[in-house]
């Protein structure tokens, strides 16, 4: 972990790229933050320090299944869900795509 009164060191992206290993050695003295044209990329971290970040965190839940789980979670917050849900009528008059602008154009 870094000391507090460290400034966290910042690489080009050439710079780490060509210095990768002492980058990752680097990385057990603190963070190291990646830019390029003035814009901070990503962070190399130490492991133990990644770990003691995400400790305790679930990991992201995917797939088809976990959607549908927060989808019921969504209905029972608004009380039961859509039943008896009528959307407002939308009128739509649909174009005819064949029909010449009224612009003039030939």
Known sequence: MPVPSQKTRRLGVAEAKSKLSEVLRDAAQGPL???????????????????????GQQPARAGGAAFLQRVEALKLRHDGGGEG???????LVP????????????
Request: aromatic content about 8%.
């Open 33 to 55: 933050v990646i830019h390029s044209r003035g814009k901070d990329l990503a962070v190399v971290l130490a492991i133990e320090d990644y770990e003691r970040l995400t400790a």
């Open 85 to 91: 849900f009528e959307p407002a009528r939308l009128d």
């Open 95 to 106: 174009a005819d795509p064949f029909a010449r602008s009224k612009t003039g154009r030939r």
